[in-house]
């Protein structure tokens, strides 16, 4: 199969000195690129070493925008995305590559167990967004956010516009593939320890945590998201007048009642304009 391997790097001279002569080994014929997110350290001197091409960024503009720069430069028919940093197994290749073959659009490496990359922390997130995708899309996704995966180039382009530049790139494509109806599959893999230090910090990742949460929603279904909200929130509003009518023995609506049922009537309309959005931000999606 004709594809390019896409290697999002930045300052991963030490992954690199060891992913590149594997691949350039393992895929002689396959159109291998770097992509330099503006880095500081040996990158473009191992690129040049190992004769790949190279997509250089004047300054660091995110994973996802390297994601991005590398599709566009890509002239094959499939795009693999895989770390710079060591982590994935360059054999795994002709697996996600192999699953493509059997008619999916889009291919995970789902990562089985805790991986060694993950704290405590990330790995419970990450069956979090797990759970929550599945249970939007009603179907099992076995790794929301693995940045190891395989695609058909022409609908990830379709899709360039909804991707942002920082590293949610992967919840982002997965669930816009579900969602335009495309067939997505995943391949169990193994991770190793990265090489190098790594750009992850506890504090960003955190409000990543919660901003995914509402990216899950708003890309696939935002009401199956808001409706549940809605119906709680005015479900207390009908508890508390309940409650307060029994024990003071007359009829009327409180303050809180009234608060708490409009919330969920407003929750709700939120939702049924937002689904409404997400109808048409997918409705001229096609290949290019």
């Not at 994935?88 to 060694?116: F, I, M, Q, W």
Request: glycine share 8%; with cysteine; net charge positive.
């Amino acid at each position: 199969m004709d594809f390019s391997i896409i290697l999002p790097a930045k300052d991963e001279e030490q992954g690199l000195a060891v992913t590149l002569p594997s691949l350039k080994k393992k895929y002689p014929r396959a159109e291998i690129i770097v992509v330099d997110d503006g880095s500081s350290d040996g990158t473009l001197v191992i690129c040049e070493q190992h004769d790949v091409v190279v997509v250089s960024h004047p300054y660091s503009k995110g994973n996802g925008a390297a994601i991005k720069s590398g599709a566009r430069a890509a002239t094959t028919e499939y795009l693999v995305f895989m770390d710079a940093d060591g982590q994935h197994d360059p054999r795994d290749v002709e697996r996600l590559v192999a699953k493509l073959e059997e008619g999916y659009d889009l291919v995970v490496g789902a990562r089985s167990g805790r991986h060694s990359q993950a704290s405590f922390a990330r790995w419970s997130a990450n069956n979090f967004y797990n759970k929550l995708a599945s249970w939007m899309v009603n179907r099992r996704i076995d790794d929301l956010t693995s940045g190891f995966r395989a695609v058909d180039r022409k609908k990830f382009l379709s899709f360039l516009y909804l991707l942002p530049n920082g590293f949610s790139y992967p919840t982002t494509s997965t669930m816009a593939f579900f969602r335009a109806g495309y067939s997505v599959g995943f391949v169990p893999i193994d991770v190793a320890q990265r090489l190098g230090k790594s750009h992850v910090s506890l504090l960003r990742d955190g409000v990543r945590f919660f901003l995914i949460i509402f990216k899950i929603g708003t890309l696939y279904s935002p009401l199956k998201v808001y409706f549940p909200t809605a119906f709680f929130m005015a479900g207390l509003g009908i508890a508390n007048y309940v409650v307060a009518n029994l024990s003071a023995g007359t009829l009327r609506f409180t303050n809180m009642s009234t608060l708490l049922i409009l919330t969920g009537m407003i929750i709700f309309l939120i939702g049924l304009l937002s689904e409404q959005i997400t109808n048409l931000q997918y409705k001229d999606s096609k290949d290019e």
